[in-house]
């Protein structure tokens, strides 16, 4: 099992670098960062773009993967995304993977003075954005016509650094997201069941996870891939157990045993903020960083 962070991008380079070097020094496999807008309760706050941050975060650093967690059709196009995508994975030397998912509502879904999209639309979207960035990953000049993502002799050359492209890490929980992931991941990504995230158990919880792994490997079965080849990610903090796996290394070492034997392969924790939905010790964080993972053998 592999475990990871995430980063929010909130601080200004002259301090936000500081922590992308300390993930590394702690011996995270990932560092992740959101590619919002905005989001949620930091919408009123300090706020930086994810690929910038990212590119920042790849000359800091010389080992660390890094990525997002994740991007999504709402403010982003796949002719101009491939191209910074590229970039990056040449300036980190391959190190980048791409979570993507089909976002949601709210500010992201209309900063550009779009009218929110059905979850019909929604989903339409996520599989022709996904089939067109591969293409364009992978394919040195690109034409293609949809229904709403087009693109005219886009050239990414001389393409990815990572063969044949960077690895799709694919959020998704529903059976059109399923398939995609099937389709074109390297990983899938869940942040668990958010129905349950209120009012439910960490018993409910992880059944529900069984349940999203069994319909993944129903997925892979139809596209003739072994659901063993797709790495598995859960992104925590969404799950009804929230931060308290955060409490103690004993704690995280508890969580992390039981999700492994759920099939997952990669926990993503996030960097502690003070006074967020986020705060959590940053001594005990650390402890988990370096001492969870060979407490579980």
Not at 37 to 50: H, M, N, Q
Not at 58 to 84: D, M
Not at 168 to 187: C, D, E, I, M, S
């Amino acid at each position: 099992m592999r475990l990871s962070t995430v980063i929010l991008p909130i601080h200004r380079w002259s301090e936000g670098q500081k922590t992308w070097r300390r993930a590394e020094e702690l011996g995270f496999h990932a560092a992740y960062t959101y590619d919002h807008l905005s989001w949620r309760t930091f919408r009123d706050g300090p706020w930086f773009g994810a690929l910038p941050t990212l590119t920042a975060a790849a000359t800091a650093t010389e080992r660390i993967r890094l990525g997002t967690l994740v991007t999504s059709p709402n403010f982003r196009h796949p002719v101009t995304l491939a191209k910074e995508l590229m970039s990056l994975d040449d300036i980190s030397d391959g190190r980048v993977t791409l979570g993507i998912g089909a976002g949601g509502n709210g500010f992201d879904a209309t900063a550009l003075g779009q009218e929110p999209w059905t979850p019909k639309e929604r989903a339409d979207r996520f599989g022709e954005f996904v089939a067109l960035l591969d293409r364009l990953l992978t394919e040195e000049a690109v034409t293609a016509r949809g229904t709403y993502y087009s693109a005219e002799e886009a050239r990414n050359i001389p393409g990815c650094v990572q063969r044949p492209r960077l690895p799709f890490a694919v959020a998704a929980t529903g059976p059109r997201g399923l398939k995609l992931a099937a389709r074109y991941g390297q990983a899938w990504v869940t942040t668990g069941d958010p129905k349950i995230f209120e009012t439910g158990t960490p018993e409910e919880s992880e059944a529900a996870l069984r349940g999203q792994v069994e319909k993944l490997g129903k997925a892979c079965a139809e596209h003739g891939r072994d659901v063993t080849a797709l790495d598995k990610v859960l992104l925590t903090g969404f799950t009804p157990d929230r931060n308290s796996p955060l409490e103690s290394v004993d704690a995280f070492v508890d969580f992390a045993g039981r999700h492994r034997e759920i099939g997952f392969t990669e926990l993503v924790i996030h960097w502690p903020i003070p006074d967020s939905d986020f705060a959590t010790d940053q001594a005990v964080f650390e402890r988990i960083a370096t001492e969870a993972l060979p407490q579980l053998g």
